[in-house]
C-alpha cells in the first residue's frame, strides 16, 4: 500500500482538479505549490480546459469559389465574421479578410488592401498577436491554392500554443501539373522557402489537380487538403517533403456532397459528409497509418433525430468540425447547429443559413489569459467590423 502522505496528495489534486482557475486563490502551502507545479498535473488541467472561445467564417465569399487571384485580386469588403462562445473575447474585428485556416490558438487570414493585393496574416485573438507574412512568390500561372498554420514548438503538447513559434505551409498549383509548396517559420521571418513537385501527369483542366479553398487536417506532421470535385485528398509530408494523392472511399458516391475533412477520434485522418438527412463519419483503418488506403464508415447519425423540425427542407451539409472537443457543425435552412458527437447535444449557434466554412477558435483558457483577452479584444489592426 502507497505511504498516507502519497495517498493524501492524489486527493488533494483530484480536489485541485475540479476547482475552476477562476475560482482559485492565492497558496501559502508549500506542499500545495508543489502539486499544483508539478508538470503531470498541469498537463491535465490544460486538457481539461482546451474549449472551443468562438468561432468565424467567411460570409460574402463561399470558400470553395473562393478565386486564386485573390491573393492579387480586387478588394473585398468584410467577408468574414468571428461569433464569440466565450465570454473572455467580447468582440473581434476581421475587417476585409477571409478566413483561410485556424489551429492552435491562431487564425491565418486573407487580408485584401489598396492598391488591390493580398496578404496572409497570422492571429492570435485572445493574446492580440499579430504577424503579418510576406508576399508569397506564387506561379504566375496559379489555378488554385490553400494554406495551414500551425505551432512549430519543438514537443509542444499543443494545449497551449499561445507565444510560440508558428508555421504557415502553402500549397499552390499552376496550369502546367506541378504543386508549389511554399514554407514560412516565425522563427525564420523574413521569406517563404519554395520547392515544386510533379507528382501528377494530369493537366490543368483536370479538377484532380484543383485545391479545394477548405480546412486542412493535421496529423503529427503531415497535413491532408481536400482536392476539388472530391477527387480526393493530397498528403503532404513535412517530415520527408513528399506529396501524395488518397482517393474517397468509392468517390462516385460523394459526388455533388460537401466533404469536410477532420480528425478521427483516433487522432488519425478522417472526413465527414451529409447525405439526406444523415450524417456519415468515415476514419482510417487502424494500422494503415503510412498510406491512409483504406477507409471504415465509422458512424451514421440520423439529423432528423436531433434536429428541429422544419430544419431539413432541403439538405443540409457539414461545414465545420473542432478537433479535440468531438463537435461538428451542420448548416441547413433554419441556420448552423453544433453537434456534440459525444453526448448527441445539439445546440444552434447560428440563425441565418448564408456563409460558409465554420472554423472554430480552440484555446486553452485561464482568467489570466482572459485578463489579457479583456483589454485587448479589439482583433488586429484591420478596421472596424460587427461581429
Known amino acids: 500500500m502507497a505511504p498516507a502522505t502519497e495517498l493524501l496528495d492524489e486527493l488533494i489534486e483530484e480536489i485541485f482538479f475540479r476547482i475552476h482557475p477562476a475560482d482559485a486563490t492565492t497558496l501559502v502551502c508549500k506542499r500545495w505549490c508543489r502539486i499544483i507545479a508539478d508538470p503531470g498535473f498541469r498537463r491535465r488541467v490544460c486538457a481539461a480546459l482546451v474549449c ?16 486564386a487571384h485573390l491573393l492579387y485580386g480586387p478588394q473585398y469588403d468584410t467577408p468574414a465574421r468571428f461569433v464569440r462562445t466565450s465570454s473572455c473575447l467580447k468582440h473581434v474585428a476581421m475587417a476585409r479578410s477571409c478566413v483561410v485556416d485556424t489551429r492552435h490558438g491562431r487564425i491565418l487570414l486573407l487580408r485584401t488592401v489598396d492598391p488591390g493585393y493580398g ?29 495551414a498554420v500551425f505551432c512549430a514548438a519543438a514537443g509542444c503538447d499543443h494545449l497551449d500554443c499561445h507565444g510560440k513559434p508558428f508555421a504557415v505551409v502553402v500549397i499552390a498549383t499552376g496550369k502546367i501539373a506541378k504543386f508549389d509548396v511554399l514554407f514560412y517559420s516565425s522563427e525564420a521571418a523574413g521569406s517563404w522557402t519554395k520547392e515544386t513537385y510533379r507528382p501528377f501527369s ?49 468517390s462516385a458516391r460523394f459526388l455533388g456532397l460537401r466533404v469536410l475533412l477532420a480528425a478521427a477520434e483516433d487522432g488519425g485522418l478522417g472526413f465527414a459528409t451529409v447525405r439526406r438527412s444523415k450524417l456519415y463519419l468515415w476514419s482510417t483503418e487502424s494500422g494503415s ?46 441556420g448552423h447547429f453544433r453537434i456534440d458527437l459525444k453526448s448527441g447535444w445539439v445546440k444552434k449557434v447560428r440563425s441565418i443559413s448564408g456563409g460558409s466554412i465554420i472554423f472554430p477558435y480552440m484555446s486553452f483558457h485561464t482568467p489570466a489569459l482572459g485578463a489579457v483577452a479583456t483589454s485587448a479584444v479589439e482583433g488586429p489592426s484591420m478596421g472596424a467590423s460587427s461581429a
Open 202 to 250: 494530369q493537366q490543368h483542366e483536370n479538377p484532380s489537380l484543383m485545391l479545394e479553398l477548405e480546412p486542412s487536417v493535421l496529423v503529427g506532421n503531415v497535413l491532408y487538403f481536400l482536392l476539388r470535385a472530391n477527387a480526393g485528398i493530397l498528403k503532404y509530408s513535412m517530415g520527408t517533403e513528399e506529396i501524395h494523392s488518397i482517393d474517397l472511399p468509392s
Open 119 to 147: 496578404y496572409l496574416f497570422v492571429w492570435d485573438p485572445l493574446m492580440k498577436e499579430e504577424h503579418k507574412l510576406p508576399r508569397l512568390p506564387l506561379p504566375g500561372d496559379l489555378t488554385s491554392w490553400n494554406a
Open 52 to 67: 472551443m472561445l468562438g468561432f468565424s467564417s467567411n460570409i460574402d465569399l463561399t470558400t470553395s469559389t473562393l478565386p
Open 289 to 334: 497509418e503510412e498510406k491512409y488506403e483504406r477507409w471504415v464508415q465509422e458512424r451514421v447519425i440520423d439529423l432528423e433525430k436531433l434536429l428541429p423540425i422544419g430544419a431539413l427542407e432541403t439538405p443540409p451539409h457539414v461545414v465545420g468540425f473542432a478537433y479535440g472537443v468531438g463537435l461538428i457543425f451542420v448548416k441547413t435552412d433554419s
